[in-house]
């Protein structure tokens, strides 16, 4: 059997019998590893002291990697969502598999000779190719696992994307420290041998999603469930758009912006959970403790991104899409001014305050697939879902740049602690408020945008063939 053969949508449809639980833990295994992207924090310190040591715009440019990834992340799955649907899950995930390991891999041959840039290639252009591809194909195949339950199924999986940061980072930290890659002066070859264990470890682990994985055959419903007689919610459609005439719609861009500033308002944060936790609390920790609080905020931050994800998520199937995200938009500008006024003061109020918002974060990604499965139907989802991931991709690009450039100047201009943060705090909520003003703007798409020939949730004859 030929290599192609082996990856052909056709030799993964499920047998009689399967167990429809048996993908969530296909999904979780590239889920879990591409979600290291979240604990890159723990890496820029370390590449500060030592590549980028002296430059006045560290702090940008160790974000780099990381932004890049996000970018790509966004631009693959816009690319690759039409074949991520047409040529199957088995392809897309070892596709995203070799990429995503393999930018480990450069990176550690970037750090190793001194060039910085082969680690802005490697980890953010390569592995941020397997990011896109290795997130959106897990999520388009549960939605169809599971149609009577989509926000649960892919707060699942998504769930393991944000709860990857829970394993790398005391696993990278840990591995750091062993190496001699953290403290004032870190060893560049100790950040090499990171990065290239991590690529190892990474291929061996996601290789069991795309050994696992199966769709399910032509016609197969959940048993007990008929789509005929299911509770149809507010924006909720049985009909079906195309990815071509979604992106004509406003309900797409509209959700574009929902998405985007959802993302930036937590990304930032999440970016420099690492510095930022240090910068607020350097003058109330002792020196000794301060790195490890750090990384245990990193770690913290990553549970509630995590379990935000499937808890959110699945209150979606209960109260509808458009009440969810004017929970996480509407309460989340109210969590940033709330940090904005108490600073430092008090711990124990940031810690709640960044752990909400994070969850909200995490919970934007988790319900925003089952939010285009009610608007657009299940016919291109995956490939619709890869296009609006280009809202991540800007966001990517917004959050990190807007936290790190304004905290870097200030840093210049003599400002400390929390005043490195309230301008862009400030930013943060204003762009809450437009997104929850854009969701509220969300209606029905209008059905000359359907798919035409279709009963009632049917897919079109082309597709279904």
């Known amino acids: 059997m030929s290599v192609a053969g082996f990856l052909d949508r056709s030799r993964i449809v499920a047998p009689e ?20 992207a979240y604990a890159w924090s723990v890496f820029k310190l370390p590449l500060g002291g030592s590549l980028l040591k002296g430059n006045e ?33 088995r392809w897309a995930m070892l596709v995203a598999t070799a990429c995503f390991s393999s930018g480990f891999l450069i990176s550690a041959l970037g750090v190793a000779v001194g060039q910085y840039w082969l ?54 930290t840990s591995m750091l420290a062993a190496f001699g890659a953290s403290g004032a002066n870190p060893r560049a070859s100790g950040i090499a041998w990171t990065f290239l ?20 055959r032509e016609g197969w419903q959940p048993a007990g469930w008929d789509p005929a007689t299911a509770h149809k919610r507010p924006l909720e459609s049985k ?36 510095p930022l936790y240090q910068d607020f609390f350097r003058s109330s920790t002792p020196a000794q403790v301060l790195t490890a609080a750090a990384a245990g905020f990193v770690a913290i931050l990553s549970l509630a991104n995590m379990l935000g994800r499937f808890v959110w ?20 500008a109210i969590l940033y001014l709330v940090l904005e006024l108490v600073g ?71 400002y400390s602690g929390p005043s490195l943060y309230s301008l862009a705090f400030q930013i943060m909520i204003g762009l809450l408020v437009i997104g929850f003003v854009c969701n509220e703007l969300i209606k029905p798409v209008n059905p000359r945008f359907h798919e035409p020939g279709e009963g009632a949730g049917a897919l079109p004859a082309e597709r279904a063939a």
């Open 344 to 414: 430092n003061a008090s711990k124990a109020v940031f810690l709640i305050c960044a752990l909400l918002i994070l969850s909200f974060y995490g919970a934007g990604f988790a319900t925003v697939p089952a939010y285009l499965r009610d608007l657009f139907g299940t016919y291109e989802v995956g490939a619709i879902h890869g296009r609006l991931l280009t809202a991540w991709s800007a966001a990517g690009v917004f959050g990190p740049v807007i936290v790190n450039f304004i905290a870097d100047r200030r840093l210049a201009a003599g």
């Open 57 to 89: 715009y560290a702090g940008t440019l160790s974000a780099m990697p990381f932004t890049l990834g996000i970018v790509m992340l966004g631009v693959s799955a816009a690319l690759f969502g039409t074949a991520v649907d047409h040529r199957g899950p």
């Open 197 to 216: 264990i991590h690529g190892i470890v990474y291929a061996v682990f996601m290789s069991m999603g795309w050994l696992l994985v199966r769709v399910p």
């Open 239 to 274: 009909a079906n758009v195309s990815a071509r005439n979604a992106i004509k719609t406003p309900q797409f861009w509209l959700l574009w912006v929902v998405l985007c500033f959802n993302v930036t308002a937590g990304i930032g944060i999440l970016e420099r959970a690492s």
């Open 119 to 172: 680690v802005i290639f490697g980890y953010g252009f390569v592995g941020g190719i397997g990011l896109g591809i290795g997130y959106i194909s897990p999520v388009s195949t549960l939605i169809k696992w599971f149609p009577d339950r989509p926000g649960m199924a892919t707060g699942i999986a998504i769930m393991g994307f944000g709860g990857g940061a829970l394993i790398a980072s005391p696993w990278s």
């Open 313 to 332: 998520s699945s209150t979606s199937d209960l109260i509808g899409r458009k009440n969810a995200y004017r929970m996480y938009l509407g309460v989340g």
């Open 17 to 36: 019998g399967w167990s429809r639980w048996l993908i969530p833990p296909a999904a979780l295994s590239i889920h879990l590893a591409i979600g290291q």
